[in-house]
């Protein structure tokens, strides 16, 4: 890809979703929105491989589906209440719909089942511009939606927990599970919406930089699969040391950063008299926990089966200056 | 609700059902999202004759424009994907699975 398109498209993302953030009109969130998608399209299809093309079909069914919805509860609220207005959102049909939408727009389940394949397919620098930079512009219109019941939010909050949780159990292929891992954590935020918006904040930003850094040392190591993790002590033996940090930060172990958000949240459902869903949702984040911590084992606490004289990766162009052994 | 909203909004529901359901071709599923973007243009178009107001007036040029836009790119996408799974039947969209 030249590099005239490819800044292109760089920078269409960029403005799709400071569109989205600096939007009081419907009609202009969801122009930033359809920009955004169409700006990743070509960067999800650069390798042109059966995979990635599978992966760009999927991904445009679900963003285009979820922004057609997406207007059209825009549309029938504008019918309703006569406005355009995003924090005049008023009628129940209509803001329901829109959660919908946006929900499958970031991945929430019962509307993730397009997350983890699409992920698989792609490379991974372009799986962390999918979960990073592409959940801001939705979740931006999340967070102004004013829930007149906190019910739906905390349903697809609890059910994206089980289910990033439960669908992460069985992976070997890193991306699907961080796909799943996205998705849990996603419940997360979404759970604490109706209570406690500053939260939701704390909750993403801490989960947008735990889930740079993992993909960053992913795409330093070259790995994506759980074989190739043990063998990654070989190639960046610092690296090696650091990452079970961020897993374990992100699978939400004191006292590393990614407690923070899950001791907040649950603390203010306990305040909301909600003891029951703070139980199930950190009951259900050990299922997370656990792939966290079979990845951290892999990569830490076990040598590769074979003789490792004999296996060791070749280390012509040396990504990083390690210290000597 | 209107007569002007209930025939969009069942024409969207009609269309997103056909979405949902779809099965066997791509092409099928491309058009119905062309569906909902019609029933979208029908919609933001009868808004100005039904409330009167000159304010969103120029809304449902703006839709055609990136329905056309997303229309382009799906259809490249069918193009891709014959490309690689020789042929565009969703049955053969198979490689990803765990």
Redesign the interface.
């Known amino acids: 890809m030249t590099p005239l398109i490819y800044s292109t498209l760089i920078i269409s993302l960029g403005i799709g979703t400071t569109l989205t953030f600096a939007s009081t009109h419907w009609y202009l969130a969801w122009m930033g929105i359809e920009i955004n998608t169409l700006a990743i399209i070509p960067l999800m299809t650069q390798s042109h491989s059966p995979r990635a093309t599978e992966a760009t079909t999927k991904y445009f069914f679900a963003q285009a589906t979820a922004s057609a919805t997406l207007l059209f509860a825009a549309t029938s609220n504008a019918f309703f209440t006569g406005s355009w207005d995003i924090l005049q959102t008023n009628n129940p049909l209509s803001y329901t719909l829109m959660t919908l939408a946006l929900a499958m727009k970031i991945g929430l389940a019962p509307l993730h089942s397009w997350m983890p394949e699409v992920m698989q397919g792609l490379t991974l620098l372009t799986g962390l511009i999918l979960s990073t930079w592409q959940k801001l512009a939705p979740f931006c219109l999340i967070y102004q939606i004013q829930p007149h019941s906190p019910n739906l939010f905390m349903a697809l909050g609890l059910l994206s927990i089980v289910a990033g949780g439960w669908g992460g159990f069985n992976q070997v292929q890193l991306r699907k599970i961080l796909a799943y891992s996205s998705i849990a954590h996603l419940g997360w935020m979404v759970l604490i919406l109706s209570f406690s918006p500053p939260l939701t904040l704390v909750a993403f930003s801490t989960y947008l930089m735990m889930t740079f850094s993992l993909f960053y040392s992913f795409m330093m190591t070259k790995t994506t699969h759980i074989n190739s993790l043990s063998t990654s002590w070989a190639k960046i033996p610092t690296l090696t040391a650091l990452t079970p940090l961020i897993l374990l930060s992100l699978g939400g172990l004191p006292p590393l950063t990614g407690f923070l958000p899950k001791w907040m949240i649950l603390q203010e459902l306990t305040k909301q008299d909600l003891a029951l869903v703070a139980v199930l949702a950190a009951l259900f984040s050990l299922f997370s926990l656990y792939f966290y911590l079979r990845l951290s084992y892999t990569m830490t606490l076990t040598m590769p089966p074979n003789n490792p004289a004999g296996t060791l990766p070749w280390r012509l162009n040396p990504s990083h200056n390690t210290l000597p052994p | ?2 007569p ?2 209930f025939a ?2 069942s024409a ?1 529901m009609l269309g ?1 059902a056909g ?2 359901f779809h099965r066997t071709h ?1 092409l099928s ?1 491309l058009l119905c ?1 062309e569906g ?2 019609l ?2 243009f029908i ?2 178009s009868l ?1 100005t004759l039904q ?1 009167n107001t000159m304010n ?1 007036a120029s ?1 449902p040029m ?2 055609l424009a ?1 329905s056309a ?2 229309a382009g ?2 259809l490249a ?1 069918l193009v ?2 014959t ?3 020789s042929n565009s039947r969703l049955q053969s ?1 198979n ?4």
């Open positions: 609700m209107t002007t909203h969009f909004s969207f997103l979405l949902a791509f599923a999202l909902l973007m029933s979208l919609a933001l808004w409330f969103s809304l703006i839709l990136f836009c997303e790119a799906g996408l891709a994907t490309r690689t799974h969209l490689l990803l699975q765990c």
